[in-house]
């Protein structure tokens, strides 16, 4: 299996079996912030339940969760337990967020407690059986990337906006995805408009990383928020087709 070294700690050994039985795993990163991670991984975790496909979506943004509002999700009530916490059903998607349990109160840790949450929180979880399971990651490459690297065969889904200063960071964490054997399906850029910048497109094609589309900047995005019909009706539906597509041919 790739990733980091093979853990010692049970703990990880735990995890890594439990998240080996997950066919795909799409880990949605950027080494830079505000880039649309969180916009990207919530809408497609809907685009693909609205296909049928059983979703799951893991916010692994410890301290600026965000995925629940992409998808509409209510917070009213903790998740149910069974062997583990449930993920709650939302629009179609399974997701899990600590934003369940932290609400509006903002989660201030140290790197390494960082690190156990992290873990902690893959393996509380009691998803069920999953077509695609999405991890909507914090930005950089800190504790969370490091935990996922090492305990799941996560494949990422990097994003960078359509600016040199994005791709700048972007790089780096292309660099260490690449250094460290992890599986990636490539790059997206976000917020295009007037067709996207070449130089993106030529760092990608000079790192050999698959550049797997655009997604337009649409103004009304935030209309799509936990709507999945108004997702299905809108432009971004078809850029997502054609992600979609990248994706599963990468994947063969
Ligand atoms: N395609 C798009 N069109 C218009 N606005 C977008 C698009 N994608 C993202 N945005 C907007 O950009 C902002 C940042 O998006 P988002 O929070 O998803 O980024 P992020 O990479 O998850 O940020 P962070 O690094 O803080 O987690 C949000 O206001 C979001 O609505
Ligand atoms: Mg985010």
Redesign the pocket.
């Known amino acids: 299996m790739k990733g980091l070294s093979e853990p010692l700690d049970p703990r990880k050994i735990f995890v890594r079996n439990k998240y080996s039985r997950f066919p795909n795993i799409l880990a949605f990163a950027?080494g830079k912030?505000?880039?649309?991670?969180?916009?990207?991984s919530g809408l497609f975790a809907m685009y693909l339940a609205q296909k049928g496909y059983k979703t799951g979506l893991l916010d692994l943004?410890l301290y600026?969760p965000?995925a629940h509002i992409i998808l509409g999700a209510p917070l009213e009530g903790l998740p149910e337990e069974e062997n583990g916490v449930i993920p709650k059903e939302v629009n179609g998607v399974h997701f899990m967020s600590v934003v369940f349990y932290s609400e509006n109160r903002p989660l201030v840790m140290r790197g390494k407690d960082l690190g156990d949450a992290v873990l902690e929180l893959l393996t509380i979880t009691n998803w069920s059986e999953l077509d695609w399971l999405i991890f909507d990651m914090?930005?950089g490459l800190g504790d969370t990337l490091l935990e996922v690297a090492e305990l799941t065969h996560a494949r990422y889904i990097v994003?960078t906006n359509s600016s040199r200063l994005s791709m700048e960071s972007v790089e780096k964490l292309l660099e260490f995805i690449k250094t460290e054997n992890l599986e990636y399906h490539g790059l997206v850029e976000?917020?295009v408009m007037n067709g996207g910048l070449k130089y993106i497109r030529d760092k990608s094609e000079e790192m050999g990383v698959p550049y797997l589309g655009i997604?337009?900047?649409?103004r009304d995005?935030?209309k799509l928020y936990g709507d999945p019909d108004a997702l299905m009706s809108s432009p971004l539906k078809e850029e997502f087709d054609r992600l979609f597509e990248n994706i599963v041919e990468g994947r063969k």
């Open positions: 950027s912030g505000g880039v649309g991670k969180s916009t990207l943004d600026g965000s914090p930005p994003i976000n917020m997604v337009s900047f649409y995005i935030e």
